[in-house]
């Protein structure tokens, strides 16, 4: 079992960039593969990126790829989302998820068995 508690969002201007932190708690994190997802008012969850557990593969929704970056501090029980050249279509509430494995489809939200409050992030043009 583990605890998923993200930060780190807020409001920032078109262009700008924001770094979102997941911080976990409970055993063994390390060895779990985490990803982001987000969802936009009126809008289904959506993929975002995604890293196995040593970071040694990471994935990008095309969306965001060369704008975000997904990273993790292994000793610090921490991912982040290195978010940069933001746009106002990206605003929505951001969630961090783990699997203790590896999920089948990292791109899948039901893939993922712990989640995360979500942190907001709203882009103003």
């Known amino acids: 079992q583990v605890q998923l508690v993200e930060s780190g969002g807020g409001l920032v201007q078109a262009g700008g960039s924001l770094r979102l932190s997941c911080a976990a708690s409970g055993r063994s994190f390390s060895t779990y593969a985490v990803g982001w997802f987000r969802q936009a008012p009126g809008k289904e969850r959506a993929f975002v990126a995604a890293?196995?557990?040593?970071?040694?593969?990471?994935y990008y929704a095309d969306s965001v790829k060369g704008r975000f970056t997904i990273s993790r501090d292994l000793a610090k029980d921490t991912v982040y989302l290195q978010m940069n050249s933001l746009i106002p279509d990206v605003t929505a509430v951001y969630f961090c998820?783990?699997?203790?494995?590896?999920?089948?489809?990292?791109?899948?939200?039901?893939?993922?068995?712990?989640w995360g409050q979500g942190t907001h992030v709203t882009v103003s043009s």
């Open positions: 998820a783990a699997h203790p494995t590896g999920p089948a489809s990292y791109r899948e939200d039901k893939a993922y068995g712990f």
């Open positions: 890293s196995t557990w040593r970071g040694i593969s990471t």
